[in-house]
C-alpha cells in the first residue's frame, strides 16, 4: 500500500511533535515536575492526590486538565473542522501557541503555576488543530495511539494481512519527532533554564506566520 501523504503533513508532524516533546520535557524538569502534553499520568496523579488529599497538588493538577481542556475548546472554535486540510485557521492557532508559550516562560521563573497551565493551553491548542489526515489518526502531544497503531500493524504484519502505511508511517514520524523534542528540551533546559521553551515558541511563531502569509498570498492569486 503506497504512502501519500503531502509532504506538509509529515513536515508539520515530525515539527508539532518535536514542539510537544520540548514543552512536557521543560514541565517535567521544572519546579512542579508535571507532564504537560498528556493528560493520562495527570489524571492518575489527581487520583492520589484526592485520596491523600493533598488539595494543593488537587487543584494544580485540575488546573492542568481544565487549561489543556480550554485550548483545546479554543481551537475547536478557531478551526471549525477535524479534518487536516489546508486553508484552514491554523496559523491563527499556532500564533496563539507561540504566544502562550512566551507568556509561560516568566511565570515559569517565578516557580508560579500558571505557567504550566499556559504551556497545557498550548499543548492543547496544538493538539485538537486536526485529528484526522486521510484515515490516520495525527496526535502530536501523546503517543499511546501511535504506539498503538504500530502494534497493530505489527499484529496484520504477523497473519500476513494489508499494512496501513499511511498510519504507521504517520506514528512513527510523531514518536520520532517527540523523542527529538525530548532530548532537544533536556539540553536545553540543562543550559538555559526555562528559556528553553523560546525554541517551541519559535518554531510555532515562525510556521504559523509562515501558513498565514502562505494563505494571504493564495487568496492574492485567486482574485487575478
Known amino acids: 500500500m503506497g504512502i501519500q501523504l503531502p509532504r ?5 508532524a515530525i ?19 508535571q507532564a504537560i502534553t498528556h493528560l493520562t499520568g495527570t489524571t492518575s ?31 475547536g472554535l478557531i478551526v471549525q473542522d477535524a479534518t487536516l486540510r489546508l486553508g484552514r485557521r491554523y496559523g491563527v492557532v499556532l500564533l496563539l ?6 507568556v509561560s516562560i516568566p511565570l515559569f521563573k517565578r516557580q508560579q ?3 504550566a497551565l499556559a504551556a497545557a493551553m498550548a499543548c492543547g491548542l496544538q493538539n485538537a488543530m486536526a485529528t484526522t489526515f486521510s484515515g490516520a489518526v495525527v ?7 501511535m504506539f498503538t497503531d504500530l502494534g497493530i500493524g505489527l499484529g496484520h504484519l504477523l497473519r500476513g494481512l494489508p499494512l496501513p502505511m499511511k498510519r ?6 510523531i514518536i520520532s519527532g517527540f523523542l527529538a523534542g525530548g532530548v532537544g528540551g533536556a539540553w536545553l533546559f540543562l543550559h538555559f533554564g526555562y528559556d528553553a ?4 515558541a519559535l518554531l510555532t511563531g515562525t510556521t504559523g506566520a509562515s501558513y498565514m502569509v502562505y494563505r494571504l498570498s493564495q487568496r492574492l492569486r485567486g482574485n487575478h
Do not use: K, Y
Not at 139 to 145: F, P
Open 8 to 12: 506538509w503533513v509529515w513536515i508539520g
Open 113 to 115: 503555576i500558571w505557567g
Open 197 to 200: 521553551l523560546l525554541a517551541p
Open 15 to 33: 515539527a508539532l511533535s518535536c514542539v510537544a516533546g520540548m514543552v512536557n520535557v521543560v514541565g517535567f524538569l521544572g519546579f512542579e515536575h
Open 168 to 173: 504507521l508511517t504517520l506514528s512513527g514520524l
Open 139 to 145: 496526535r502530536t502531544t501523546h503517543l499511546s495511539g
Open 45 to 75: 496523579q489527581l487520583g492520589m492526590a484526592l485520596v491523600q488529599r493533598d488539595w494543593r497538588n488537587v487543584g494544580h493538577l485540575w488546573g492542568i486538565l481544565i487549561a489543556f481542556c480550554l485550548g483545546a475548546t479554543l481551537s
Open 97 to 102: 501557541v507561540s504566544l502562550l508559550l512566551l
